[in-house]
């Protein structure tokens, strides 16, 4: 296969990853796919899914008869990949079916059950998606089994490729963890502790046996998808009450290709052995090397996984697969299972080190004691956890769909109150920019306090953004991105005008801070194109309202702090890619394309919105003017530029005829002229019929960032 540009230049900055925000990448273009499932009979779509549940197939059998347990263990292979780091991974998109998902180890043989619902998704096309199936199917399951499920909330729509934006690990070798440091710490963004693996290795940390290391890692890992310790220990207590593993035999000796390399007529089915007819299945099944079933029932929601782990003593053995597992030191529990395939065969519970890790550690044991002596409240907590693990990546729960949506929001969905004023209009938004840009507060500041508060915005998730004016609450207003001291000063302001405004109103129109801060950024866009010579209208839709505090979860929102900030040239200490990559991944993150990305970093460089206004990148002498200065001075051949120092932070530029210094800049600023694809974008916009089309372009690109989070308006 011939190299790509990142195999021969490892080092050049991948702007491809904003080419999927740019397009339609499937063939249902122009579909509204909220609307389509809406129209669903949800019962029948249930009634299916539960007829392919006990519907066993000769060419990949049910263990006892119900296919419930490979449903629930794909569902929650693909939720479980989410990550609070950087909100990317889960459901959405329904990915598990791309590589490298669909053939990480901890998959196998998931591919048998995505064909086993293909019947229902044929039926229903467009209307369903993959993504919402993979998790309605894991629900349908529970249910099945005589669980009671917390609710379910569509919405999800397919994607049509891997995202190439997702940051896996280092390894270059599934099933190895060259991802932590001296101090056993995982390495952000990364939420699993193994390459190819959801969270752990069930054998243990590193392949040992070790069920207080191995609560560490899992208390960790959990934590990185949001998850708390009592989630954690209800999510593995509740999805182990279920099912079996597989491990007949060493899965390195017998597995065949996952489905990504696997040979052609096998029409993406993978773990085949080579030579043999069909997949290696039943009694002789191998995914992860582990055998045997955690409780008596597997396919019924009982007590039985808590009175095993806690009511017998267990230890470490080789399984029959070459694997760690734990067996029952008490011989009262040998035999107690009928066999998955064979009933009149017998079969002994197993615990994995997973399991023992959650007897082990003190706060996981006390936890699953009263869980053991509460069976409701288990119950509860677990569903609870199962509905949060399969819609943590959905975002507010105005974008879920269909009947079983509960009416409780959750803390973690980031809800935020409905409004209970009439949103302003027209007339009243002219009159308050007239009064915000007739206050103290400068061009520069009014755009830097709206992208602060709207660039929190997170597209993999949903989360963030302007909606809810979070920007006043912690942990928002003392991230060191949003300079602290300057940012009260601008809120004093805004606050004071939006209590005039309000206070004059008799006819229950409002303006939230949320719309103000708003307002205010697209005044002085507007206020800035005006000076460089161009009529502009900034689009505004007013609705948005104030989020309180006790709808704020301080320590959930620390994971959107931008710990850098290429658009407002800010780089923190706790930053460690080079600031362009960094600016990549927040553009992705933002939903935006490389024009567009282009087009906001040299706007709010001229309008000096600019990190505690440093001069970095402000190549104008027209500042809080719109002009296309940033890319004809980057640009223009006068100039000699130097590392400072320290080269990811800045850089001094010096006129070569004089010697004289001019300007300063970052490496952000300096990758718009040496990275060819980004030189092409500024040579457009900078060209002397450019400024016209940038002035454009910047405003669409603003007002978008401004309007990401507003699901209500769509």
């Known amino acids: 296969m011939s190299k790509t540009n990142q195999d021969w230049w490892p080092t050049l900055l991948d702007v491809d990853i904003l080419d999927d925000n740019a397009r339609e990448l499937g063939p249902a273009e122009e579909f509204d796919y909220a609307e389509a499932f809406e129209s669903l009979d949800f019962d029948e779509v249930k009634a299916d899914i539960e007829a392919v549940l006990t519907d066993s197939k000769d060419w990949w059998p049910a263990d006892y008869g119900h296919y419930g347990p490979l449903m629930i263990r794909m569902a929650w292979h693909s939720a479980g990949t989410y990550r609070t780091v950087d909100g990317r991974g889960g459901a959405a998109g329904g990915r598990q079916r791309f590589p490298p998902l669909d053939s990480w180890p901890d998959n196998a043989n998931l591919d048998k059950a995505r064909r086993l619902l293909w019947p229902v998704k044929q039926k229903y096309g467009r209307k369903l998606s993959w993504a919402d199936l993979l998790v309605l199917a894991g629900n349908v399951s529970l249910e099945s089994m005589g669980f009671e ?221 009263r869980f053991h002596e509460n069976p409701q409240e288990f119950q509860e907590a677990f569903a609870k956890a199962w509905y949060k693990l399969i819609h943590r ?86 991230w060191a991105v949003n300079e602290p001291e300057a940012l009260e000063t601008v809120l004093e302001t805004l606050e004071g005008i939006q209590a005039e405004f309000n206070d004059s109103r008799s006819d229950g129109t409002r303006v939230s801070l949320a719309d103000l801060i708003v307002l205010g950024g697209n005044a002085a866009v507007e206020q800035a194109a005006a000076d460089a010579g161009y009529d502009v209208e900034v689009p505004f839709d007013p609705g948005r309202t104030d989020a309180r505090p006790e709808q704020t979860d301080v320590e959930s929102f620390q994971a959107l702090k931008p710990k850098a900030d290429g658009f407002r040239n800010y780089y923190g200490d706790e930053a460690e890619r080079d600031p362009e990559d960094i600016l990549v991944d927040r553009a992705d993150l933002l939903n935006l394309t490389a024009p567009e990305m282009t087009v906001l970093v040299g706007g709010l460089r001229t309008l000096g919105a600019t990190y505690q206004d440093t001069d970095h990148g402000v190549f104008t002498d027209q500042t809080e003017t719109l002009t296309n200065d940033f890319f004809a001075t980057l640009l223009g051949e006068d100039v000699d530029w130097e590392p400072v120092s320290d080269e990811r932070l800045a850089f001094e530029g010096y006129d070569r005829e004089t010697g004289e210094l001019e300007w300063t800049a970052s490496r952000v600023d300096l990758v718009f002229g040496s990275n060819a694809r980004l030189r092409a974008l500024s040579e457009f916009y900078g060209a002397d019929d450019g400024e016209e089309q940038f002035v454009e372009d910047f405003v669409d690109a603003w007002s978008k960032v401004m309007r990401l989070d507003r699901f209500d308006l769509e």
């Open 149 to 369: 499920t917390f609710g379910f909330g569509g919405g999800r729509e397919d994607a049509w490729k891997a995202d190439e934006a997702i940051d896996w690990g280092p390894e270059e070798e599934m099933e190895t963890w060259d991802r932590f440091d001296e101090d056993d710490f995982l390495q952000e963004p990364l939420g699993a502790s193994v390459m190819g693996l959801i969270y752990v290795n069930p054998e243990g940390p590193e392949g040992e046996p070790d069920p207080e290391w191995s609560a560490d890692r899992i208390r960790q890992t959990f934590s990185r998808m949001a998850m708390n310790d009592e989630e954690t220990a209800a999510l593995i207590a509740g999805g182990h009450t279920f099912g079996k593993v597989h491990g007949a035999d060493d899965p390195e000796d017998e597995h065949g290709s996952p489905p990504a390399d696997a040979p052609i007529e096998q029409q993406g089915l993978g773990w085949q052995v080579e030579g043999a007819d069909g997949p290696v299945k039943g009694s002789e099944m191998i995914t992860s090397g582990i055998e045997g079933p955690w409780t008596q029932n597997p396919i019924s929601w009982d007590m039985g996984y808590l009175d095993n782990l806690l009511n017998y003593e267990w230890e470490p053995h080789k399984g029959p697969g070459g694997a760690w597992q734990w067996k029952p030191v008490d011989e009262e529990l040998e035999d107690t299972v009928p066999a998955a395939h064979d009933p009149s065969e017998t079969d002994t519970p197993m615990m994995l080190t997973t399991d023992v890790a959650l007897k082990r550690d003190p706060d996981y044991l006390e936890i699953i004691e």
């Open 393 to 478: 990546d959905m975002g507010p729960p105005q974008r879920l769909l269909g009947p079983e949506v509960p009416d409780e929001e959750m803390l973690w969905q980031d809800p935020l109150p409905e409004a209970d004023h009439e949103p302003i209009g027209d007339e009243e938004a002219a009159q308050l920019k007239t009064e915000l840009l007739d206050s103290d507060l400068s061009v520069s500041q009014l755009v830097k306090t709206a992208w602060a508060s709207a660039s929190t915005y997170r597209d993999s998730d949903k989360r963030g953004g302007a909606n809810g004016a979070r920007i006043r609450l912690e942990p928002q207003r003392s």
